[in-house]
């Protein structure tokens, strides 16, 4: 079982720009949540994604969406990036209330 | 809204001691899970132990173990005879059982260092 995969690990990007980031769930897991971990905090929760649909969202702004494909895998997606941006983007699968956390990819905006 | 507090930023122990790591919480819920995670410097997050609010008996995993305070909405770990590789961040994280989610809230962490 190959856990929970995050790609790519790390990118940079200058302000304004758009990136993606990738994640595929452990197997088996049907729910993919992410969480934007700033440095020396707590991760922050920024959506969630079950049967291929925004289940519930944190307090991020809409320059950040997502996507769930039919085979759980997701990607999230941040327009108009911002010096603030720069962080540990962090995805985790789960089936039933446990979650199982990616590497994380870690991005800074320039 | 659900809080997670944690006011340790920084515990050091000796090797083979025992440390506690405290975490408190805010909820009107009745039903919840909570949780501690260790977050190494390889950044990746690890679930250390589990709680579900509606057990009172405390959890156990191997050298690690909470003491779970439902009135007090406390939930500290211990973890005994430290090794070195415990190393890390340590979070709790909070998880409501209501609203069809699994979001988890988290604390802002304690980093551990185990010392020879």
């Known amino acids: 079982d190959a856990g929970v995969t995050q790609s790519p690990t790390h990118l940079i990007k200058t302000r304004g720009q758009q990136v993606t980031l990738r994640c595929s769930p452990k197997?088996?897991?049907?729910?993919v949540s992410w969480y934007q971990q700033a440095l020396g905090q707590g991760p922050q929760f920024i959506f969630q994604y079950y049967e291929e649909e925004e289940r519930q969202r944190g307090n991020f702004p809409d320059r950040f969406s997502g996507h769930q494909f039919p085979n759980y895998s997701s990607e999230l997606n941040v327009n108009a990036l911002l010096l603030g941006d720069s962080a540990l983007y962090l995805c985790?699968?789960?089936?039933?209330?446990?979650?199982?956390f990616g590497p994380g990819t870690r991005l800074t905006v320039l | 809204a659900q809080t997670v507090t944690q006011s340790q930023p920084e515990m050091s122990v000796q090797e083979a001691e025992t440390v506690t790591l405290s975490c408190t919480y805010d909820?009107?819920?009745?039903?919840?899970?909570l949780f501690w995670y260790k977050q190494p410097p390889s950044r990746q997050m690890i679930l250390v132990i589990r709680?579900?609010?509606?057990?009172?008996q405390n959890a156990t995993e191997n050298r690690f173990s909470v003491n779970f305070q439902k009135a007090a909405k406390s939930f500290s770990l211990k973890i005994s005879d430290s090794q070195l590789g415990d190393t890390a961040m340590y979070f709790c994280a909070f998880m409501t059982s209501l609203h069809n989610t699994d979001k988890l809230i988290f604390g802002t962490g304690t980093r551990l260092q185990v010392f020879p």
């Open positions: 197997s088996g897991h049907d729910t």
């Open positions: 909820t009107s819920e009745n039903n919840y899970y």
């Open positions: 709680q579900e609010a509606y057990k009172q």
């Open positions: 985790a699968s789960s089936f039933f209330n446990e979650q199982f």
